[in-house]
Structures are given as C-alpha cells and as structure tokens.
Nanobody, 130 residues
C-alpha cells in the first residue's frame, strides 16, 4: 500500500530552523515528482516547493526563496524540506505529495488541482512564534 509519512514539524521561534522529512513506501518513488504544500488556518492549501523526477529542477514560492530547500534521497525514498529563517507567516500544516507526471515543478505546485498528486502525506504541524 502506497504511503507518505511526514515528520519534523514543531514549534520554533521566528528566525529558527526546522527540517521536514517524508518517507515514501509502496510505490516506485524515484519516478515521481515531489512537492511540499502547506495550509494555514482558514486558508487554502498552497504549493511551497516542488521538484521534478527527471532533472531535479525545483520551484519555490516567492515567499520562501532563499530560506527553504527541497531535496530528495531516492535511495532512502525520502523527501526533505529544510526551512531556515522561519517567519510566523510560515505557520501551517505541511504536507508532502508525489505526482507521476506534472508538466514541470512549478505546475505541480501551482496547479495541483489540475494535476492532482497521486499520494499525500498526513501532514505535520509547523508553528513559528514571533
């Protein structure tokens, strides 16, 4: 059974760092594009960063550029999101997701309703205090 399991969320002060992990199982992980999404209270889910499977090209939301880094370990079937210089507006539930064939990383993140991921993780809470 295909599954994504996130970990690494928590409470951190503004300016701090967290590293989210997402372990995949039950499917051929290395053939999938990967992504991280977040949902703040009362707001829609939005793409934070996505990466293709072919060349590893990555896309980042403007608000996280220079602070967040997405990566993947195909040997360990794991997706990572390193988050530095965290801000209160980064607070939300973070979800990892995989998609077998989005046009590119940007579309996976921006247009996930039109190119829905095959699998989602259960979410991990990130809270940044001011």
């Amino acid at each position: 059974q295909a599954q994504l399991v996130e970990s690494g969320g928590g409470l951190v002060q503004s300016g701090g760092s967290l590293r989210l992990s997402c372990v995949a199982s039950g499917f051929s992980f290395d053939h999938y594009a990967i992504g991280w999404f977040r949902q703040a209270p009362g707001k829609e889910r939005q793409g934070v960063s996505c990466m293709t499977s072919e060349d590893g090209g990555a896309w980042y939301r403007d608000s996280v550029k220079g602070r967040f880094t997405i990566s993947r370990d195909n040997n360990g079937n794991t997706i990572y999101l390193q988050m530095n210089s965290l801000k209160p507006e980064d607070t939300g539930v973070y979800y990892c997701a995989v998609n077998p064939g989005p046009p590119n990383a940007r579309e996976m993140c921006i247009s996930y309703r039109f190119f829905p991921p095959d699998y989602w993780g259960q979410g991990t809470q990130v809270t940044v205090s001011s």
